[in-house]
């Protein structure tokens, strides 16, 4: 059974870091892409994030450039979502989902596994 668990989410004050977790499991992660979504309440879901198998890491939304990384360790068969300089805008859902097929160029939010989120709420 294929699971992915995200983990580190939580309510931070706007300007604060955080680092969301993804593990998985009933699969090797070395064979997938990898995607991190947000989906903010009332809001559209938004892809952030690719990380290719092979290639590198593609970035979908100018709204987290600079601020925002994304990164895997197949040997731990899992990845992460660093955030820094959190505002209240980037309160959302965080997920994170697999895809067999490489990175798309442009957003397509088309993923064949998908964890269950965890939230993120940035508030003073």
């Known amino acids: 059974q294929v699971q992915l668990v995200e983990s580190g989410g939580g309510l931070v004050q706007p300007g604060s870091s955080l680092t969301l977790s993804c593990v998985v499991s009933?699969?090797?992660?070395?064979?997938?892409?990898l995607g991190w979504l947000r989906q903010a309440p009332g809001k559209k879901r938004e892809e952030l994030f690719c990380v290719g198998r092979v290639r590198g890491t593609t970035l979908y939304t100018d709204a987290v450039s600079g601020r925002f990384s994304a990164s895997r360790d197949n040997a731990k068969n899992a990845a992460y979502l660093h955030m820094d300089a959190l505002s209240p805008d980037d309160t959302a859902t965080y997920y994170c989902?697999?895809?067999?097929?490489?990175?798309?160029?442009?957003?397509?939010?088309?993923?064949?596994?998908w964890g269950q989120g965890t939230q993120v709420a940035v508030s003073s």
């Open positions: 989902a697999l895809r067999h097929t490489p990175c798309p160029t442009v957003t397509e939010s088309f993923y064949d596994y």
């Open positions: 009933g699969l090797l992660l070395r064979d997938y892409s």
